[in-house]
């Protein structure tokens, strides 16, 4: 099996690649083509792939290319993991919203839809390409902003594109393991939008725990998402939101720490992985080595400016070894096999949620087999939640509409529209900035 990932010279490929080496079953993957931009960034991160895969006879070949239809024909699985302006783009996207007043986070507010203005024009064009070149592969989506590039590339693959985040695995997790559950028994209600959802319950041998989770003060602290939301504030909800709804609930509080900050994460990231890179340039460089030390910091810093406002501490150790890879996998081996599983996904709503129209994308559990993934059904979102996530999916339909049409003026009522810009005026400003130092909006008159 042939397994295709855009950019392949990013710097969390080798998790994926890991995964792969992982996986001894018949039918898995024995091809991996690394397509990217950057030839710099294929050979080092093609470097530690073949680190990774040294003494064992059976790893996956690896090719690279920058030639985006020869990586495609022939796959039966593509990963995308693309990332338009790279990292000094998303530098300058928190700068800018930043210097406004609003968040500039890659997925949430203004930054996310700066974000996916430049992203989904790429994102649409791939997509058309995968249907001409590899009309039966199935394409898992994890280029951010993930919920909202999946719905634009439904539209030109139907159910063949499915989004993936760690996200809601990792809060699926820690939840499990507070309440002394194993995270593979354990069903978890959640429903919502990419970064944009709540786990409503969490249910072992049919019985369901998290009221005992959130009826327990010490419980409830013992785990990241109570301590940076506070056990308060999660009764109140009667749920256990995404860590991403800290930028809603905690806003202010939290773009007072992106202003103070050393450095948004973008450039702590920018330039940490510039680090990386310029290593792998020495021949001698031990490129596992490196890599692993890289992503351990990074990692280990992973949303620090909100655990900073929220004084949430340090991150477990638990909690740095990623995820998305093990969604990916799992999701794959599903399709290919039909190994029956359940995974919270990006997909199509299908009538799931009634406040949404039927090709809205959402994030909710999903059964998975040869088929691809189906919604299972899920409770009614509560009030607080209905709002929130009508407002947001209204937003992303206006930068569907903006990148398809290159208006300018769809553009700004996408961000007057958000619920984290709280001024037409602003918004205007935003767009006026991001267009003044991406390229990639030029398309917008």
Known sequence: MRLTIL?????????????????????????????????GRLSAVARVLAEQAAGDPDAPEVTVTTDLDEALRGADFV????????????????????????????TVGAGGIAYGLRTVPVAVDIARRVAR?????????????????TEAMSRHLGDRVIGICDSPVGLGRR????????????????VGLNHLGWVRGLRVAGRDELPRLLADPDLLGSFEEGRLFGPQWLRSLGAVPNEYLHYYYFNRETVRAYQRAEKTRGA??????????????????????????????????????????????EREDDDLSGGYEKVAL???????????????????????????????????PCLV????????????????????????????????????????????????????????????????GFTAVHPGLAYLT
Request: aromatic content about 6%; hydrophobic content about 45%; proline content about 4%.
């Open 7 to 39: 950019g392949g010279g990013g710097f969390r490929v080798p998790l994926v690649y890991g995964a792969l080496l992982g996986d001894r079953a018949e039918g898995r993957v024995t091809r991996v083509v690394l397509h990217d931009l950057d030839e």
């Open 79 to 106: 990963f995308s993991a693309i990332r338009v302006g790279g990292l000094e783009g998303r530098a300058a996207d928190e700068r800018v919203a930043l210097a406004q007043g609003v968040l500039g986070q890659e």
């Open 133 to 149: 070149l590899a009309p039966d592969a199935w394409v898992i989506n994890f280029t951010n902003p993930a919920g909202l590039v």
């Open 175 to 190: 939840i499990a393991r507070v309440l002394g559950a194993h995270p593979g028994e354990a069903w978890i209600d959640y």
């Open 268 to 313: 702590f990231l920018r330039d940490q992985q510039a680090g990386f890179y310029e290593e792998m340039r020495r021949p001698d460089a031990a490129a596992l080595t490196a890599w692993d030390r890289t992503r351990a910091e990074r990692e280990a810093t992973y949303m620090a400016e909100n655990r900073d406002a929220a004084g949430a501490g």
């Open 330 to 364: 799992a999701l794959m081996r599903a399709i290919a096999r039909d190994e029956r599983t359940t995974l919270i996904l990006n997909v199509r709503n299908r009538g799931t949620l009634g406040v949404l129209d039927a090709e809205a994308v959402i994030e909710v």
């Open 369 to 432: 087999d040869a088929n691809g993934a189906h919604p299972v059904t899920v409770d009614p979102l509560p009030g607080h939640a209905t709002g929130l996530v009508c407002a947001v999916k209204a937003v992303e339909r206006e930068v569907l509409s903006a990148a398809e049409s290159g208006s300018r003026t769809t553009a700004v009522k996408a961000f007057a529209l958000h619920p984290l810009v709280d001024s037409v005026n602003v918004a205007h400003a935003l767009l006026d």
